[in-house]
């Protein structure tokens, strides 16, 4: 959509999950301005941490918004400090007849539905208080009663809208049913305070879950009665897991913040979340930039997108490749570049870069290359051992003839020892790295202190059976 303007409107009710990521990710590369908006109305499940923890998820993600909250938290972004405004529009469906009090019990709305469930009949308000005199209103309102505010919903009217990834949509208002803009405790419903800021706050397109696909003509019937402009709707397939159900902790999801902690990297995170129910016509590791050119509203698919987590390790591995020295260095755990010799930190990054794909397997090699830990489990050690003493002998002298000469030392092990393919390689590599696979052997024999190397040797040749 040309210059649209889009929104992304979380509730901060606990860290970001990969389903919210990506609408936040789909709705910043669809739009030309990018709007942050809180909701947090919901009071006894907001925190402020979770706000904080939201900006910080975001700005890792490389989403930088162009309208919502900055250092000084403005209000406007915040839907907990709108009161007065959705107050106006309160009153003015009030005060044209199209809002009403409902003094109706969730008891008594919980019989009613079971009721209509169990005719067949979809459920909905039956209007028991959509026409309570002012007297009944005072009087129930005396009672202590506190009633909802219900929007008086036309029942002739079908709502009609062109969805960007569904095409034509069309509801019959009369199956709605009159709902609740205001809760009884004065907080204003989802349909109500969403549809109104993103109104008066411009935005044009809205992309969210196919699940809020019901919601959208209740709050076009709201904007019509309150005279607002509507933005267009995208509803995007939901993401579901490798069981097909809905994306969850049971089967996979993590939030962000999980992600964050593992040690992915963002632009990992972001070209696996492009393509969960989009379609790209690249398998390169994209930049933010050329995701955002490349992406199309119509390349959006219909079915549930599947979340592998696979899928997310190959662009993982792609971002650790990509990666630069400096940030490589920066990604690595402090521990890590404690114990890594300055002299051999570009070679060590080499290393990371070819066999790593998180910062704990990085950590794990810095400790076999550069401490004397050297953690070996029985079968790799039984074919270091299998070599048999004369081959880590002739090792030794190769190693102390060659020096760091890595293919001279090659040489002088095979004309020695006549060892050759597997024989040769793996026993060397159990010996010196307590591994059957990683880098290069030649790597590691440039990354090993020519003392420690010795060591290792040694241990083979003198205790070999």
């Known amino acids: 959509m040309t210059h649209a303007k889009t929104r992304f ?19 910043a590369l669809s739009g030309d301005r990018f709007l942050l908006r809180i909701e947090d109305t919901d009071a006894q ?24 909250p900055a250092g000084a938290e403005p209000d406007d972004y915040f839907q907990s400090r709108r009161g007065a405004v959705y107050a106006r529009y309160y009153k003015e469906l009030e005060s044209s007849g199209l809002a009403y009090p409902c003094f109706c019990s969730a008891a008594e709305l919980e019989v009613t539905r079971k009721v209509q469930l169990s005719s067949g009949q979809p459920p909905r308000y039956s209007g028991r208080c959509a026409h309570l005199s002012v007297e009944e209103v005072e009087r129930k309102r005396a009672e202590g009663l506190q009633p909802t505010l219900r929007f008086r919903v036309p029942r002739e009217q079908a709502v009609e809208f062109e969805d960007a990834v569904r095409g034509p949509q069309k509801f019959q208002a009369g199956d709605i049913g009159d709902f609740i803009i205001r809760r009884a405790d004065g907080t204003p419903a989802f349909f109500f305070c969403n549809a109104i800021d993103d109104a008066l706050m411009g935005v044009t397109l809205v992309l969210r879950g196919e699940d809020h696909l019901a919601n959208t003509p209740r709050q076009l019937l709201l904007l019509e009665a ?83 987590i696979t899928h997310l390790n190959h662009w993982q591995e792609l971002a650790v490749r990509a990666a630069d020295e400096d940030t490589l260095w920066a990604w690595l755990r402090e521990e890590t570049r404690a114990i890594t010799p300055a002299p051999s930190r570009s070679l ?48 030794l002298d190769a190693a102390a003839s060659a020096g760091p000469a890595f293919a001279h030392f090659m040489d002088q092990l095979k004309s020695g020892t006549g060892a050759k393919g597997k024989q040769l390689f793996m026993p060397l590599r159990a010996a010196l790295s307590g591994r059957l696979d990683g880098p290069e052997i030649g790597k590691l024999y440039a990354a090993l202190d020519p003392t420690r190397l010795r060591r290792r040797l040694a241990e083979y040749a003198g205790e070999a059976q």
């Not at 995701?291 to 119509?298: E, G, Q, T």
């Open 9 to 27: 409107a979380p509730s901060p009710t606990g860290f970001m999950h990969l389903g919210n990521a990506r609408t936040a990710l789909f709705s």
């Open 45 to 68: 499940r907001s925190r402020a941490e979770f706000v904080q923890e939201l900006l910080a998820d975001l700005r890792w993600m490389g989403l930088a918004w162009d309208e919502g």
């Open 226 to 308: 309150l005279g607002l402009a509507a933005p267009a709707y995208a509803h995007i397939s939901l993401i579901v897991g490798d069981d097909g159900a809905p994306l969850s902790k049971r089967n996979g999801s993590r939030s962000i913040n999980q992600l964050r902690e593992e040690g992915y990297f963002s632009e990992a995170v972001n070209n696996m979340l492009a393509r969960v129910g989009h379609h790209y016509d690249s398998d390169d590791l994209l930049s933010h930039e050329d995701l955002k050119a490349r992406f199309d509203l119509s390349h959006l698919g219909k079915s549930p997108s599947r979340f592998d």
């Open 348 to 395: 060590f990054l080499e290393i990371v870069r070819s066999n790593c794909m998180f910062p704990a397997q990085a950590d794990e090699w810095a400790r076999i290359l550069f401490t004397d830990e050297l953690p070996m489990e029985p079968e790799t050690e039984a074919i270091a051992r299998q070599a048999g003493e004369s081959f880590f002998l002739a090792a």
